[in-house]
């Protein structure tokens, strides 16, 4: 079954236009301009119960209106939209009821009062059985360290101890949808694992379909099978992350530490027979760029049996590059893009002799 | 669900007991204000027995009830509304499954609730003691005005709310609000009597909700208006809350189709 289906969503805004100058400002005051702006542009993807999908995009490419719409905070200006099996705006005050929502940089718990007041007050808003309210507590303050928590008021708790309790406020009615906009924003590496480990856990033994967005990738490494890409309103790109990978990266770079001198057209005569590229940064190292359809041993094999060697390191393109080359380019298509770029897209060490 | 409501009562009583602290000197300031206000008739009536039909007994108890009556209905709604649309703190009340402007309701009855009794009730008692106010001796009185209070609280909170969501469709309503509490304090009777209008002004506000907040209800706390009366004054207030909710439900629709939530 579908948790989520969306067909052609679009949601635009009317922005007002304010106009330069005195006599700008004057016109403003009598008739206004206003500009349409296209945050979600006919977008269209479902996702199935039980699924980790990653949302990810540009600051201001439509993510959070999109959630917003999907959670019933928005209401959408055309697109068929079906969330739990509801349509969310229409029937919100029965729709929340089924999911868990959490914003990072907003709080939704009462600031003034103890963090288990806050609890206590959701569970009438959501009308939760006491039993089950105190199971499922005890569970999630377990799971997340809560204990000397509970009775502090919200104001006093740190970031991390607030996002951990704002994760519990939005599972104690145990909805089936989690949306998460950004929970792991600012939070330090400790916290962000924790946060990371539990929501898998959760995903595995209750079958909960989360939807996150994220600047963070490594939220998205660690847990979602899937990703989609948004990019000015209208998404580029929605498959598995290993897809995204591998039909991203070109290739593979390999550093050589030889040992002896090489000049550049030495380099060049090793891998003549083969569509490589040398980069030489000093007279006993050089980089060699394998791409995908170039055969990596036999490529491997010509420098080593070719030149004295001391030490190899290979390359992977990691997300973070992957990602960053789409958003710069606004496009997940694989085109005859640049190869130049693919020198910065260089970072995880892999050391294979040292 | 209900009990939900509820709780949002107790939670903000609560938390007004906890600033309690801010509220002493408010009645300080109230107590000051029915004596200036006192000082100011006394000098107009001069050697005058009645003015507008109000005896200067009649004037200060309808100006002691009218302000400490102020004191239980006057609540910020508008303000929290206000801050919520433009902080974009609304988008988290609206992922909760009950109705926010309830929710609100709730809070500013919680509000209303904790100065009724730590701040009208003493109130009343000290200013009762230092200037000459007639309080009514028949309990039916009593009964009557409180059940008209609960009305005064409600328009008031109305048009509070209403003043509010106007933030979702101007970019500031600092002074939509500062005009909208002249008007109330003006026009509901607190600062003068409605009587003492000019004869247009007083005929033209026969048709706003204002009267109904505090002249109506004061007039038959002081016996101006005999309690046979009340029956009429009961029903212009329930036809204006009933009137009142049509615009709210409008706007929070309008809302709900523009709702704009500030920094994405």
Same mark, same amino acid.
């Given at each position: 079954m579908l948790a989520i289906d969306v067909k052609d969503l679009r949601k635009q805004f009317k922005v007002q236009k304010n106009r330069v100058g005195l006599s700008g400002a004057f016109k403003d005051l009598f008739k206004r301009e206003y500009t349409h702006v =296209?945050?979600?542009?006919?977008i269209t993807f479902q996702i199935p119960q039980g699924e980790i999908c990653g949302y990810i995009g540009e600051n201001g490419a439509g993510k959070s209106t999109t959630i917003k719409m999907l959670t019933g905070i928005l209401v959408p200006t055309s697109g068929e939209l079906n969330v739990n099996g509801y349509v969310p705006h229409r029937d919100r005050e029965k729709f929340v009821k089924g999911i868990g929502v959490v914003f990072? #940089? %907003?709080? #939704?718990?009462?600031?003034? +009062?103890g963090v288990i007041e806050s609890f206590q007050l959701l569970r009438k808003v959501y009308d939760v059985p006491l039993n089950d309210f105190n199971r499922r507590l005890d569970q999630l303050v377990e799971r997340l360290h809560l204990g000397e928590l509970l009775?502090? /008021?919200? %104001?006093?708790?740190?970031l991390g101890q607030r996002m951990r309790c704002e994760l519990v406020a939005s599972l104690l009615h145990n909805p089936a949808i989690v949306f998460l906009?950004? /929970? =792991? +924003?600012?939070?330090d590496i400790v916290v962000k694992t924790e946060i990371r480990d539990f929501l898998l856990e959760m995903n595995r033994q209750e079958g909960t379909t989360i939807l996150l967005t994220t600047h963070d990738l490594q939220d998205i490494e660690a847990l979602c099978s899937r990703v989609i890409m948004l990019d000015d309103g209208s998404i580029i790109y929605d498959g598995g992350l290993e897809e995204l990978k591998t039909t991203w990266s070109k290739g593979r770079e390999i550093q050589f530490q030889f040992g002896e001198a090489m000049s550049i057209s030495r380099l060049h005569q090793l891998t003549s027979t083969m569509n490589v590229a040398w980069t030489r940064e000093n007279e006993f190292t050089a980089t060699l760029f394998v791409p995908h359809e170039v055969n990596f041993s036999e490529a491997m094999g010509l420098v080593v049996g070719g030149a004295q060697i001391r030490d190899i390191k290979i390359f992977e393109t990691n997300t973070d590059d992957i990602v960053r080359g789409i958003y710069q380019t606004g496009s997940a298509e694989v085109k005859e893009?640049?190869?130049? =770029?693919q020198a910065d897209h260089v970072q995880e060490k892999e050391s294979v002799l040292s | 669900m209900m009990s939900a409501y509820l709780d949002f009562i107790r939670m903000r009583f609560l938390m007004m007991l906890a600033y309690r602290v801010n509220y002493y000197s408010g009645i300080i300031i109230y107590a000051i204000n029915i004596g200036a206000y006192y000082f100011l008739w006394k000098a107009i009536y001069?050697?005058? $027995?009645?003015?507008a039909g109000f005896s200067i007994d009649q004037m200060t108890t309808y100006l002691a009830i009218s302000w400490m009556a102020r004191a239980f209905y006057f609540n910020n709604l508008d303000r929290d509304i206000a801050n919520e649309i433009r902080d974009g703190s609304v988008a988290i009340q609206m992922?909760?499954?009950?109705n926010y402007l309830i929710v609100k309701l709730m809070q500013g009855f919680g509000e209303g609730l904790f100065r009724f009794l730590l701040f009208m009730i003493p109130g009343l008692a000290i200013v009762c003691f230092i200037f000459p106010v007639d309080l009514p001796t028949d309990p039916v009185v009593w009964l009557t005005y409180l059940a008209m209070l609960v009305f005064s609280f409600l328009i008031n909170s109305q048009l509070n709310i209403m003043t509010g969501l106007f933030a979702f469709f101007v970019e500031n309503n600092e002074g939509l609000m500062r005009m909208k509490r002249v008007m109330v304090d003006l026009f509901s009777g607190v *600062? *003068?009597? *409605?009587? !003492? !209008?000019?004869g247009w002004l007083s005929s033209v506000m026969n048709w706003l909700? !204002?009267?109904?907040?505090t002249y109506l209800p004061s007039s038959i706390f002081t016996g101006?208006?005999?309690?046979? $009366?009340a029956g009429s004054v009961f029903i212009i207030q329930l036809v204006w809350l009933v009137v009142l909710l049509i615009p709210i439900v409008v706007m929070w629709r309008a809302a709900r189709q523009r709702l704009f939530v500030q920094g994405g």
């Open positions: =296209t945050a979600v542009n006919d990072g #940089q %907003r709080s #939704q718990l009462w600031w003034d +009062i009775n502090r /008021p919200v %104001r006093k708790l740190s906009d950004e /929970p =792991t +924003i600012g939070l893009s640049e190869d130049n =770029t | 001069g050697s005058q $027995e009645t003015l992922i909760r499954p009950y *600062i *003068i009597p *409605i009587a !003492f !209008f000019p909700p !204002f009267q109904a907040i101006r208006t005999p309690l046979a $009366e």
